[in-house]
C-alpha cells in the first residue's frame, strides 16, 4: 500500500485517484488512521436505501411509475408545455432557455410558446 500525507495527496489527487481506480492500494495518513482511497460502485438504489430507507421493492416501484409518466407526458405533448413553464419561470437561466427555444422551435409553432 502506498500511504502519503494529506498535503501530499492534496499536491496529486487526480494521480492517487487515478491509481485507485486502477486497483492500487492507495491509503492517506490522518492522524493515528489511515484511510483507503477505494472505486465503489454506487446505484441509485443504494442511494435510495440509505438516504430515504427506501427497499428495493418501492424503488422499483417508483422507477415503473415515473416510466408510466413520462411515457405519457410524452405522448401528450405535456413535456413541451412544462418544458414552456419553466423557462417562464425562470428566464433569467439564458443558456437553458436557449437549448429550449431551440428544442420547442422544432416541435411547436412559436404562437404557442
Known amino acids: 500500500m502506498k ?7 492534496k499536491k496529486n489527487l487526480g494521480r492517487w485517484l487515478t491509481a ?5 492500494d492507495i491509503g492517506i495518513i490522518c492522524g493515528a488512521d489511515i484511510v483507503a482511497l477505494r472505486k465503489v460502485n454506487v446505484e441509485s ?3 435510495a436505501r440509505r438516504e430515504y430507507g427506501a427497499t428495493p ?3 422499483a416501484a417508483l422507477e415503473k411509475a415515473t416510466g408510466r409518466r413520462r411515457r405519457s407526458i410524452k405522448r401528450t405533448k ?3 408545455r412544462l418544458y414552456i413553464e419553466a ?3 425562470r428566464p433569467e437561466t439564458l443558456d437553458w432557455a436557449e437549448s429550449s427555444v431551440k428544442l420547442l422551435s422544432k416541435r411547436l409553432p412559436k404562437e404557442k410558446w
Open 3 to 9: 500511504t502519503l500525507t494529506i498535503t501530499d495527496a
Open 20 to 24: 485507485a481506480v486502477r486497483g492500487e
Open 45 to 47: 438504489t443504494d442511494y
Open 57 to 59: 421493492e418501492q424503488v
Open 78 to 80: 405535456e413535456l413541451d
Open 87 to 89: 423557462h417562464k419561470a
